[in-house]
């Protein structure tokens, strides 16, 4: 879903074609290696937009002794669905990490709704943490468990708060940039 709101937001700028956009996201830092992203997986998602009806293809710029390339355009129903897309990001995971494409294209959506689905991960953490917690302090093992089993509690305490933090950290900035 990301590298589809990647286009769609692009699109929603400017009319462009696929290599275009894979060289924007390889300069100056290469996300496309990053992400893994080749050629063939970004004209799939170029396909699966068209088929969907969410853009569709300009014009076809010929060159001589160069490829073909095919200009896209959003269509209205892509201009509609792109905040939805970003929402819908943003409500299914709980993994910063796999938002940062929502972040850079925050300026398509209410950043209050998504100060508010933010807070409720930070919610939705806290709880998730005060339940291991309680599973953990309830868990008996003989001796040579006891270990491992200290240091899984610890991890797992210490990565959901750093979640937390984060997520908080995120929010301040959001909520510091909409006033």
Known sequence: MSIQIYILSKLIEEDNYPYKL???LSEPIPFD??????ESKLYYHFES????GLIEPLEVIKEENRPDKQV???TDKGR????EKIYQMF???NILAEMIVGLMFLRHVEQSRIIRILEEKVDYLRSKQ???????GQVRVDDNLQ???EFSESYLSDTITKDIFWFEKLIGKLKNSCE
């Not at 290696?33 to 080749?38: I, R, S």
């Not at 005060?130 to 953990?136: A, F, L, W």
């Open 147 to 149: 270990e491992m089993l």
């Open 130 to 136: 005060s339940r291991y917690k309680e599973i953990y």
């Open 33 to 38: 290696k990053m992400a893994n992203l080749t």
């Open 72 to 74: 896209f355009a959003i």
């Open 91 to 93: 409500e299914k995971t």
């Open 80 to 83: 509609e669905q792109l905040p």
């Open 49 to 52: 937009l068209t088929k969907q």
């Open 22 to 24: 894979k060289k924007e």
